[in-house]
T-cell receptor
């Protein structure tokens, strides 16, 4: 079984500032890792994913994340945020062996202030 | 359709009533998932279909919850004798990969269920 911990439930940040949303996972097997974004009254949308290869993954809207196996982390970063990045962000993991379902963290609400 | 479609978008019901929530996945997607998202929480897995059969229903909380996908496309989540604790947003997702092999899912906007 896997579990995901998102340490910050809310992150306020000023426009054009950098941001990091933290994600740690626990699993007894190898995993795939994902970040999803949920804008108000919309469905979850895939931001980026780590399957294999380079540990630095680039996604849509200028976001990137780095997989750190030793620290079991997959933190999401953006060097300069926009008002439009305000949303809920979810980290998720799936078991490489079965990959039948995603296990999600509790989410981080990113609020970008003018 | 272009994306995953869920109906109704909002459902208000009384405690003890029966509820059906419908999901129409992206055309051609063989895998279909139901998740439940309570306020302030991440989505919680309920059930996964591969084609017409439920490949994993380990997330269904109890026997009041049931889901079907009779023709391998549209799915219905059924909740009997609803309780106030069932209030949540029910998310449907689909995937084009036969085994959901990486876990990448395409989500609908959800059905918000409120049990009074």
């Amino acid at each position: 079984a896997q579990s995901v911990t998102q340490l910050d439930s809310q992150v306020p940040v000023f426009e054009e500032a950098p941001v990091e949303l933290r994600c740690n996972y626990s699993s007894s097997v190898s995993v795939y890792l994902f970040w999803y974004v949920q804008y108000t009254n919309q469905g979850l949308q895939l931001l980026l994913k780590y399957l294999s290869g380079s540990t630095l993954v680039k996604g849509i809207n200028g976001f990137e994340a780095e997989f750190n196996k030793s620290q079991t982390s997959f933190h999401l970063r953006k060097p300069s945020v926009h008002i439009s990045d305000t949303a809920e962000y979810f980290c998720a993991v799936s078991d490489r062996g079965s990959a039948r379902q995603l296990t999600f963290g509790s989410g981080t609400q990113l609020t970008v202030l003018p | 359709g272009a994306g995953v479609s869920q109906t109704p978008s909002n459902k208000v019901t009384e405690k003890g009533k029966y509820v059906e929530l419908r999901c129409d996945p992206i055309s051609g997607h063989t895998a279909l998932y139901w998740y439940r998202q309570s306020l302030g929480q991440g989505p919680e897995f309920l059930i996964y279909f591969q084609g017409t059969g439920a490949a994993d229903d380990s997330g269904l909380p109890n026997d009041r919850f049931f889901a079907v996908r009779p023709e391998g496309s549209v799915s219905t989540l059924k909740i009997q004798r609803t309780e106030r604790g069932d209030s949540a947003v029910y998310l449907c997702a689909s995937s084009p990969q036969k085994r959901g092999s990486t876990g990448e899912l395409f989500f609908g906007e959800g059905s918000r269920l409120t049990v009074l």
